[in-house]
């Protein structure tokens, strides 16, 4: 194709991509150095770092981070352990089931998280169905309070995550080659030596991929912590649209976006390098 | 066979039918074809024969228009048509792959470029028909490409080329995706429906057994470059360069390399050598060049180690090849392949081979045959 | 040994349930609750009804929202649709420098985190005075979806075979008659896939739209969650929210069963 019909192709895609997608990026960077005037809508464009100081050693924000990224490895956690049994029995076990699974697992991602916060909410209230049904069971005879309470969040953010988990489990584990388990089985190898020798090392690209996926979620989500956090649980998410929408600061909250931003960003790198010097590994294994 | 042959006679053979002059294409700085000159008659059935990677295709898709040359013209029955862009060329290609419009009957495949020049229904019909027909394939109109066969898929592309009653017929390894069996079926319809269309067709192949027996005519490429275009028998018996004989012909021609001592004798490899004076006159410029022969199976004979002018050899192998036998000989470290009937005897260790018949010399520098006219 | 197989196989599946109760109760919940007589979903029901159905029809506040998410649903994927078709096809069909760099721009939208580019934009278009207007709303959701349909359209032509189009020019047919004749009726399943997929995902946004949605233009999830931060849940919203999850579950299994959506997402 002609180069220049090539580049007329791409302009209006790069056109929505670069002014509307990037350039908020470097607009970020740029007024997170500046400062709100107090009381007013105007911003002081002065180049200043006190919005990163104050990040630094203000307490709170301090103590959100850690609380954010807390919540973000919980997460990862449970969606694991809930993850792996689904993504290896659709893998291995699932013929006729497989694709109604996998429709399934998907469904929330295609019907909108503020419909699922909705079900949530009616499910988890002082009122709600899981008490409810726990009350008729005999478990308890005063209602939980998960609405407003860390444990509500964890499980909105892993009801809202558990598909990005599964899905790269699944493409990975629908991979492996299922005469090497059959080899290792037929050695003696009881199912948790399978497992640990075998099958999780071999997932270890789609374990690492769902885990990045999920934890990001998590850690940018913002719907799911402010409606069943209902104000007194706080997130990194939360906390950039209170200072933004509701404060009104919006150069600090540039300041907390761009934090975000680059310690995602060295995680990504420092990922990246794990991952590498993983390969180099096992190729030497290989080799040998 | 029967009607091109008056063609040519009748012909101007100062303007060819196709005419490819100074034609040069490089990808992103990596030349796929240096300026090449080609013409071919009306008519004629031209192979354009070379190893995968050497530009055939390129070249293929300079002709039809799909690429743009960085140099060099192109005339079509006297009409220049480097301008025009590939759908108004009438030039009909097909493709290694077929490339059939999957959502289209074999029918309205055929149709498709009698669509694009809005040829009224009725007249369509008849000339689907009749391509159809052509490939001997009426019963499958109504079918989907994805339900025939390779050899049947390749004759709808064939005939879908055909309708368009093309100027020149382009074929893309036409045989390559065919089995073996319906390779050699295939070779004769090709062959066939040439004469009877008359259709001028130019097909790429990097078999020299198909080139040989199909072509009229035949292109050697190599390294985006035609070394020799000519007749089979011309190709096969004078071979312009020692990549053309090396490159036709079963078995392939082998290169002795002749090498001539301070002293004036003759040697191949540590062996001293005394050829027939009609050779040695050949080889009269070897002080100049290192030269080597072209030999083929039909340039030698077997004789005793002694007798006069042979060179000195070792038998290697023999293979069985039921009405013949070739008979692998090395001689001064190079190896020489020699036909005998099945019934010859074969003698064993040391033998001389004899050269009956003058083999074409080649200056193993530029790789052409020297004592060349021209 | 087998009755020991069937016993791991029954924790296995138990295990395996949790996850799937956990990922779906919430949608069974809405269902369940928009049945419902009182005014929100208590375990055991009290009772069925049609009531909330009705109002949901008879609700023109819940009527307008859904318009606008409508509105700028279609004319977010017609932009995105457009550019990310145009896009995908120059970058399957020629070979340039920096095509690959391209391609990760376009497609880095699906790896930054909305919440932050939500910041920048707000600023932006404060800026630029389009906050919340119906322009601002349409170009922040075709940036989100456009690399959806890059990268659906990017695998679509890659099927697509390039000689094809060769041997529809060859047999006469201009550029323009290539694409109707044979790239688009070769290529609709794709186009189809991610203008479904990209008109889901603007409808379903709320991350951004929450903060650049205006009074005027405020969509139906921007509605919801407002309800949800404040004043509680309407039952009508449960029925309407019922309503549309129906819908899109109903999409994505046509969509499974003939476009093959799986594989190509
Ligand atoms: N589209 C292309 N881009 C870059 N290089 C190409 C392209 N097409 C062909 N080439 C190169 O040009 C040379 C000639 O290719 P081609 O004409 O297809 O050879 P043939 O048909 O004789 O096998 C090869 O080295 C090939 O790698
Ligand atoms: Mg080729």
């Not at chain 3, 909305?114 to 800026?127: E, F, N, R, S």
């Amino acid at each position: 194709m002609a180069r220049k019909s090539t580049f007329l192709l791409l302009t209006p895609g790069l056109f929505v991509t670069g002014a509307v997608f990037l350039s908020p990026f470097a607009f970020l960077a740029l007024t997170s150095f500046w400062t709100q005037r107090p009381n007013s809508l105007l911003v002081d464009p002065a180049f200043t770092l006190v919005n990163y100081v104050r990040i630094a050693t203000d307490m709170f924000f301090l103590r959100v981070l850690f609380h954010t990224i807390y919540l973000g490895v919980i997460t990862v956690l449970v969606c694991l352990v809930l993850g792996l049994p689904i993504a290896r029995w659709i893998a291995r076990r699932a013929v006729v089931s497989r694709g109604i699974l996998v429709v399934l697992i998907v469904t929330p991602m295609v019907s909108g998280a503020v419909v699922q916060t909705l079900g949530l909410v009616n499910l988890l209230s002082l009122l709600g169905v899981i008490n409810g049904l726990l009350k008729q069971l005999g478990l308890i005879d005063r209602s939980i309070r998960f609405l407003g309470d860390e444990l509500g969040v964890l499980i909105g953010l892993v009801q809202a995550f558990l598909p990005l988990m599964v899905l790269p489990l699944l493409n990975t584990m629908s991979k492996l080659p299922e005469d090497l388990e059959s080899a290792a089985r037929s050695l003696g190898a009881p199912a948790w030596r399978l497992w640990m020798l075998v099958i999780l090392p071999l997932s270890m690209p789609g374990i690492i991929a769902g885990s990045v996926l999920v934890f990001f979620a998590s850690v940018t989500s913002f719907v799911t912590p402010q409606i069943l956090g209902q104000g007194r649980i706080q997130t990194f998410g939360t906390v950039m649209y209170q200072q933004s929408a509701l404060v009104n600061d919006w150069p600090f909250a540039s300041a907390l976006a761009v934090t975000m931003m680059v310690l995602l960003g060295g995680l990504v790198l420092a990922l990246r390098a794990i991952r590498q010097r993983l390969a180099r590994r096992s190729n030497v294994a290989g080799a040998v | 066979m029967t009607d091109h042959g008056d063609n040519q006679q009748g012909r101007n053979l100062t303007s060819a039918y196709l005419s490819i002059s100074g034609m040069a294409k490089a990808y992103r700085g990596t030349p796929a074809l240096k300026s090449v000159d080609l013409d071919v008659n009306e008519g004629e059935f031209v192979a354009l024969l070379g190893p995968s990677g050497c530009g055939k295709s390129t070249l293929l898709r300079l002709v039809a228009g799909l690429l743009e040359p960085d140099e060099g013209t192109i005339t079509l029955a006297d009409q220049r048509i480097g301008h025009l862009p590939a759908y108004k060329r009438d030039i009909g290609l097909v493709f290694q792959n077929y490339a059939l419009f999957p959502h289209m009957t074999v029918a309205r495949n055929v149709r498709f470029g009698l669509d694009m020049r809005n040829m009224p229904r009725a007249e369509a019909e008849t000339r689907v028909a009749d391509a159809l027909a052509l490939v001997k394939l009426e019963h499958l109109a109504a079918r989907m490409p994805s339900e025939l066969s390779g050899g049947q898929q390749q004759r709808v592309a064939l005939a879908r080329a055909i309708a368009i009653r093309p100027r020149l017929l382009l074929l893309d390894e036409p045989l390559s995706n065919l089995d073996a069996v319906l390779r050699a079926s295939v070779r004769t319809e090709l062959r066939e429906l040439h004469a009877r269309t008359g259709l001028t067709i130019v097909m790429v192949t990097h078999d020299q057994v198909e080139a040989m027996t199909m072509a009229d005519r035949i292109a050697v490429m190599s390294d985006g470059e035609v070394l020799q275009h000519d007749t089979p028998q011309q190709i096969y018996e004078q071979p312009a360069s020692d990549f053309v004989a090396k490159f036709v012909g079963t078995p392939p021609a082998a290169m002795l390399q002749v090498d001539r001592k301070i002293d004036g004798r003759f040697a191949v490899g540590d062996t001293i050598w005394s050829p027939s004076p009609e050779l040695e006159a050949v080889l009269a410029p070897i002080q100049r060049v290192a030269v080597a022969l072209g030999l083929r199976p039909d340039h030698l004979a077997l004789t005793s180690a002694d007798a006069p002018h042979a060179l000195p050899a070792t038998i290697r192998t023999v293979e069985y090849l039921g009405a013949e036998r070739l008979v692998h000989v090395e001689a001064g470290g190079q190896m020489l392949v020699i036909r005998l009937s099945a019934d010859e005897p074969v003698v064993t260790g040391a033998v001389g081979v004899a050269i009956v018949k003058s083999p074409p010399v080649f200056d193993l520098t530029t790789g052409l045959r020297l004592g060349r006219a021209g | 040994m087998k009755l020991r197989r069937a016993a791991i196989d029954t924790v296995w599946i138990a295990w395996m349930a949790i996850g799937y109760i956990v990922v779906l109760m919430p949608i069974v919940v809405v269902f369940f609750a928009s049945f419902s007589d009182g005014n929100t979903f208590r375990f055991p029901p009290s009772g069925f009804s049609l009531k909330w159905y009705q109002a949901a029809f008879e609700s023109s506040e819940y009527r307008n929202a859904l318009s606008v998410s409508l509105l700028v649903g279609i004319l977010a994927t017609l932009v995105s649709l457009t550019a990310g078709t145009l896009a995908a096809y120059a970058l399957s069909r020629s070979t340039f420098r920096g095509k690959t760099m391209i391609e990760t721009l376009l497609l880095a939208p699906l790896a930054l985190p909305h919440i932050v580019w939500a910041i920048g934009l707000l600023q932006i278009y404060a800026w630029l005075s389009i906050g919340g207007t119906l322009l601002g709303l349409v170009l922040a959701h075709a940036a989100l979806t456009l690399p959806f349909a890059v990268r659906i359209m990017l695998s679509t032509f890659s099927q697509l075979d390039k000689t094809l189009q060769d041997a529809a020019t060859t047999l006469g047919a201009s550029p323009m008659r290539v694409v109707v004749h044979i790239v688009l009726p070769l290529i609709w399943p794709g186009v189809l896939t991610s203008a479904l997929f990209t008109f889901l995902t603007s409808f379903n946004e709320v991350t951004v739209s929450v903060l650049i949605a205006g009074s005027r233009y405020l969509t139906y999830p921007v509605r919801l969650y407002s309800e949800l931060r404040s004043q509680g849940i309407d039952p009508t919203t449960i029925a309407i929210s019922a309503m549309l999850v129906a819908m899109i579950i109903v999409f994505a299994l046509i969509g499974e069963r003939f476009l093959n959506w799986s594989r190509r997402v």
